[in-house]
């Protein structure tokens, strides 16, 4: 049983510097999510997609995150011009949705350090 | 304004100390309440979901209740393999999960 697979697990850059992080969901789940989480914080939504379609994007997410999910599969999330208060944990989270349970399944996270 | 306010923060207790963490909601029209658990350095893990106020779900030590504006979640006679942070969620139609800042337990043998 795979679950939800997230590279690299830690990131280290220097501020200005762009990343990549990649997520590959749950292979029967058709919906994807990217949280952030600082210390002493719970996760905060930043995007989702249903199938290869953004469906919704934080009113908070600055215009150098980006994110897709070519063919709706695997999905990435790019940080442009990377800045300290960008450092946290990216995690990505995947579900099959019925009407009633939007129950999410988390990776491990991506530990982002902007130095 | 905070839709999802967890408390306390942090509690010790010592193994088979019980007792209960809580998590108040603001928000309208919920479709579900999710408890999660968090170890360091891990993503959230599923625990329950309560769609509906007097419903109960269990789970070997720990039970989550559900009210029309807070939810409980109780640890019985708690291990130091309990020690974990516990999130709470909210969905609401139209939205993503919204989570609150989660209570962070340390149990002590």
């Known amino acids: 049983d795979t679950g939800v697979s997230q590279n690299p697990r830690h990131k280290i850059t220097k501020r200005g510097q762009n990343v990549t992080f990649r997520c590959d969901p749950i292979s029967e789940h058709n919906r994807l999510y990217w949280y952030r989480q600082t210390l002493g914080q719970g996760p905060e939504f930043l995007t989702y997609f249903q199938n290869e379609a953004q469906l919704e994007k934080s009113r908070l997410l600055s215009d150098r995150f980006s994110a897709e999910r070519p063919k709706g599969s695997f999905s990435t999330l790019e940080i442009q011009r990377t800045e300290q208060g960008d450092s946290a944990m990216y995690l990505c989270a995947s579900s099959f949705p019925s009407t009633t349970n939007e129950k999410l399944f988390f990776g491990s996270g991506t530990q982002l350090s902007v130095l | 304004e905070d839709q999802v306010t967890q408390s306390p923060e942090a509690l010790r207790l010592q193994e088979g100390e019980s007792s209960s963490l809580n998590c108040s909601y603001t928000v309208s029209g919920l479709r579900g309440l999710f408890w999660y658990r968090q170890d360091p350095g891990k993503g959230p893990e599923f625990l329950f979901t309560l769609y509906s106020a007097g419903e109960e779900k269990e789970k070997e030590r720990l039970k989550a209740t559900l009210t029309k504006k807070e939810s409980f979640l109780h640890i019985t006679a708690p291990k130091p393999e309990d020690s974990a942070t516990y999130l709470c969620?909210?969905?609401?139609?139209?939205?993503?999960?919204?989570f609150g800042k989660g209570t962070t337990l340390s149990v002590s043998s």
């Open positions: 969620a909210v969905h609401q139609a139209g939205t993503a999960l919204i």
